[in-house]
């Protein structure tokens, strides 16, 4: 099976901090992928690393055929707008728009349009169908997290990154979550890198890595900020 994403000694500093140095790793495409470690350890770095939104020091980190460190900032953007879907810890919602608003973000300064039937299957297998003129701020944390990944999947991209998207979930919600979310996914064959430092929810994944084994950075846990 090809891979979605491709690390090789992937150097990463703010500075004169280093952060990352991460000698091999890899995710399979459509692979389910739990990357845990503790806070500060530099889950969040890594995915802005793969999200196109930092860039690396040196190394290799290619996301299906594409080296990221080749493309120019124009480039990165038009990667990222066209291949991956973030989900974050507090969602991102913007609180004056509503439900349907807000799924359809990624597409505002885009050229091209969603295909309505695609939009209402999604926003019917997440279960928004009631909510879609809602404001958002008239949601439950559940369902501003449906929200979440309605936006982050309207796109169909070829990976989703989530960072520590269910922290404010109990147990029963967080599985729940999840399981709509690797649903959608396996539907798309979508890869997903979901980064915490909680590793309860570790076996509903396809498989789990450890971010402080493949970093040579060594962390220091005075650092946490
Ligand atoms: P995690 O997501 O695992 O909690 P982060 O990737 O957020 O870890 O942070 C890793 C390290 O990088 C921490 O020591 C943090 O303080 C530092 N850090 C994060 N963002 C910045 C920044 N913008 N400038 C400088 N240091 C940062
Ligand atoms: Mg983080």
């Known amino acids: 099976m090809s891979s979605a994403i491709e690390i ?113 299957n999604l926003i019917s297998d997440l279960g928004l169908k009631d909510h879609i003129n809602k404001p958002v701020t008239e949601l439950s944390v559940g369902q501003q997290q449906r929200v979440a990944v309605a936006r982050a999947l309207i796109k169909k991209p070829n990976i989703i990154l989530a960072d520590e998207p269910t922290s404010a979930l109990d147990y029963d919600h967080r599985e729940k979550f999840l399981k709509i979310l690797f649903d959608l996914c396996r539907k798309n064959n979508t890869t997903v890198l979901f980064v915490s430092h909680d590793r309860s929810i570790e076996k509903l994944f396809d498989r789990s890595i450890s971010l402080i084994e493949h970093n040579r950075v060594q962390f220091s846990p005075t650092e946490v900020s």
């Open 8 to 120: 090789s000694n992937l150097k990463f500093s703010y500075g004169q901090h280093a952060i990352l140095d991460i000698d091999e790793l890899k995710v399979k495409a459509g692979e389910i992928v739990f990357l845990y470690g503790p806070s500060g350890s530099g889950k969040s770095t890594l995915l802005e690393l793969i999200a196109g939104v930092l860039r690396a020091q040196g190394g290799v980190l290619k996301i299906g055929t594409q080296n990221l460190a080749e493309l120019d900032s124009a480039g990165l953007d038009s990667y990222r707008a066209g291949n991956v879907g973030y989900i974050f810890q507090s969602f991102n919602l913007i609180p004056y728009l509503s439900v349907m608003e807000n799924i359809l973000l990624p597409f505002l300064f885009q050229k091209t349009q969603p295909d309505l039937n695609e939009v209402k």
